[in-house]
């Protein structure tokens, strides 16, 4: 088949949407299937201030939330010309991956499916982007519900999504969790000391690493809060984070107010291929998401490319992480906010690397035998031909 891969978000962009799009075009190709992306990177920067971004900024300035949906709209028309100029391709079916990248796609006229990564209009509230009960907030759940029901498939990444669509429009989903290239995230502990050197961090630092974008439903002020207390312990201890979102300047604040500039590192968005060189060099991997406007973690691409890089995990018991993650078996599940428990877990893990290493290594089988990015290819694939009948 040939196959296009849509969305009205930039790509590539550090953030789990990218990271999938990526990995399952990996895993179709390598079924034989030739494979396109197109995202709002394609259209030149200048276009997308004059349409998008520029105009935002000035109505989010008269309402909040009014911003928001003027720019997904502009998106959605930039994308459909983007898929109209490339129909002489003859793609055979479009995968949408946001909501207004299934406009787009149905617009243009193409066979369309659409993967669902998440909760559009609640994360907008939660990213405080929209108010909640807002006009807007319910203008973008409506929309939500328009897609649902007129794509042809809708695939989910996790059970919990595949429920929400399923209350709000009446449409059943199928539910494909998350996945990883497992050739590329594998465990490489063997050059940690050589990705020390490269990256500056002390050869005998105990390393914490955060790959979360900064964002309020990621919890990631919560290893700033616990790490004190590990502090305390492990003075050599050091939590490092990749990411960038709005929650940057907050956690700034907090590090000064802790006395912590010493101690943490803000690494900003980095390539995604540098992340295995972090995972490589931590001895510790933390994904501390937590519930927040109704929005709560998926299938955590994070928690699985660490798990699949032979690093021990500590992640909050929220959402799909409870899914992917069997507490002291294959990682370590905290409640989430719980600053002291989290404080603990992170202690007991340096404490006991022999354990750590048992549960990175139960959790590097897990992934090889459930979360291969072929084996997800193939079940997208028998989708897309249902959806083509």
Same mark, same amino acid.
């Given at each position: 088949m040939k196959i296009l891969l849509a969305t009205v978000f930039d790509y590539p962009h550090p953030g789990g949407l990218s990271t999938h799009v990526t990995t399952l075009k990996a895993g179709l190709e390598a079924r034989g299937h030739i494979v396109d992306i197109l995202s709002i990177s394609d259209i030149p920067k200048s276009t997308q201030t004059l349409k998008a971004r520029g105009p935002s900024f000035i109505l989010n300035k008269v309402a909040k939330g009014k911003g928001i949906i003027w720019s997904?709209?502009?998106?959605?028309?930039?994308?459909?010309?983007?898929?109209?100029?490339?129909?002489?391709?003859?793609?055979?079916?479009?995968?949408?991956?946001?909501?207004?990248?299934?406009?787009?796609?149905?617009?243009?006229?193409?066979?369309?499916?659409?993967?669902?990564?998440?909760?559009?209009?609640f994360e907008a509230v939660s990213a405080g982007s929209v108010?909640?009960?807002?006009? &807007?907030?319910?203008?973008?759940? &409506?929309?939500?519900? &328009?897609?649902?029901?007129?794509?042809?498939?809708?695939?989910?990444v996790d059970q919990r999504i595949k429920d929400y669509v399923l209350k709000q429009a009446g449409v059943e989903g199928n539910a494909i969790r998350?996945?990883?290239?497992?050739?590329?995230?594998?465990?490489?502990?063997?050059?940690?000391?050589?990705?020390?050197?490269?990256?500056?961090?002390?050869?005998?630092?105990?390393?914490?690493?955060?790959?979360?974008?900064?964002?309020?439903k990621n919890g990631v002020i919560?290893?700033?809060?616990?790490?004190?207390?590990?502090?305390?312990?492990?003075p050599n201890a050091k939590l490092i984070y990749a990411g960038s979102g709005e929650a940057l300047e907050d956690m700034k604040k907090l590090i000064a107010e802790k006395n912590l500039e010493n101690s943490i590192q803000l690494l900003?968005?980095?390539?995604?291929?540098?992340?295995?060189?972090?995972?490589?060099?931590?001895?510790?991997?933390?994904?501390?998401?937590?519930?927040?406007?109704?929005?709560?973690?998926?299938?955590s691409i994070s928690a699985l490319e660490a798990m699949g890089s032979g690093v021990p995990l500590i992640a909050c018991a929220v959402g799909g992480l409870k899914e992917i993650v069997h507490h002291n078996e294959d990682g370590l599940l905290v409640e989430e906010r719980n600053v002291g428990e989290l404080s603990e877990a992170m202690i007991e893990l340096l404490d006991n690397p022999e354990k750590g290493n048992q549960l990175a290594m139960n959790a590097r089988e897990k992934i090889e035998a459930e979360y291969s990015h072929v084996a997800a290819a193939e079940k997208y694939e028998q989708i897309y031909l249902s959806a083509l009948k």
């Open positions: 997904r709209k502009a998106r959605k028309k930039m994308l459909q010309r983007l898929i109209e100029a490339n129909k002489h391709k003859d793609y055979d079916i479009v995968n949408a991956q946001d909501v207004y990248a299934t406009f787009a796609s149905l617009d243009a006229g193409l066979p369309t499916v659409s993967t669902v990564h998440g909760y559009m209009a108010l909640e009960n807002s006009p &807007e907030a319910k203008y973008l759940q &409506e929309k939500e519900i &328009e897609a649902f029901q007129k794509t042809r498939k809708v695939i989910t998350n996945f990883i290239n497992i050739d590329d995230f594998k465990p490489d502990t063997t050059k940690k000391q050589e990705y020390r050197s490269k990256h500056q961090v002390n050869q005998d630092d105990k390393v914490f690493f955060v790959p979360r974008r900064l964002t309020k919560y290893p700033i809060l616990s790490f004190p207390k590990v502090l305390e312990k492990y900003g968005p980095i390539p995604h291929q540098q992340i295995k060189e972090f995972f490589a060099l931590s001895n510790v991997v933390l994904v501390p998401s937590i519930h927040s406007a109704g929005v709560e973690e998926a299938t």
